[in-house]
């Protein structure tokens, strides 16, 4: 088994962690001197953002340990573990605003300044950037912890969203309308518990090592089809822990050959298996000897 200790995964999300630490002092300070509570809300997000990220950059190098006696498939499944950590935080900072948002509609209210519309278009653009930066990153890495720090990213650019339109529709409307900033609010807290939910779907699924990755197992058995002496894959079985992908295979032989042959047909199979799929950590093969089924029926999963 090769270990490949991950820097790219570290770095986006020390990205993201400065990232958010520079829009806490201005999400806040901006909103206390324009008087809009949903780029306050928007600072207390951020502020979560930022510890959530920080526990993540020290979690990742636990993850990403090499294996060791006690821990024979390395670290990965902690990463899964610091998913769930983020979807806390995602609705730590949810239900916060929420009830603050609610409890602000119950007091008089007064218009935000006209310059805060101009900070929250700056910061809609920069974490929609920063969304794209850390989700290709994540995409490549293969790793639903940098696919959930995307979306908290992503979700605090809809929160802005939504404080830049209630803002701009309580000045366009006039003072009676100041209580569109905290309606804002109150959307970006239910934006923030749906990508909570979607979050934490996904992040439990691998969790349970759900059945969910057809499309490599369909790409395995195009590769099986390459090697004429193997005859074929009935089980294709795949459970993915961090960013790696673990594989068990049941394949086909002839059943004349000797222990060594089907043993190197095996090896054979499980090289380009990871030269095709750099993703996958593993391969483990179970060889059977072949029994009248034919060639082209051999091939399920």
Known sequence: MTYQPNHSAKNAVLFGLFSNLILVALKAGIGILGNSFALIADALESATDSVSSLMLYFGLKYAQRPPDENHPYGHGRFEGLLTFVVVFFLLSSAIGIGIQAIANLQKPQTLPAPFTLIALLGIVAWKETSFW????RARRLHSSL?????????ADAISSIFGLIGIGLAWMLGPE??????????????????NAYRIFRKAFSEFMDEDMYQPMAKEILEIGKELPFILGIPTCKIRKLGAR?????????????????????AHALKDKIKSHLPSIEDVLIHVEPV?????????SN
Do not use: C, K, M
């Open 245 to 265: 992908y673990f594989v068990d295979l049941h394949v086909w032989v002839e059943p004349e050959i000797s222990v060594a042959l089907g043993h190197a047909h």
């Open 146 to 154: 940098l696919e959930a720090e995307a979306w908290h990213h992503r």
């Open 133 to 136: 930066y850390i989700r290709a």
């Open 177 to 194: 309308f100041a209580w569109l900033d905290e309606a804002a609010a109150l959307l970006s807290a239910l934006v923030l518990l749906f």
């Open 291 to 299: 029994e009248n089924q034919t060639h082209e029926a051999l091939y």
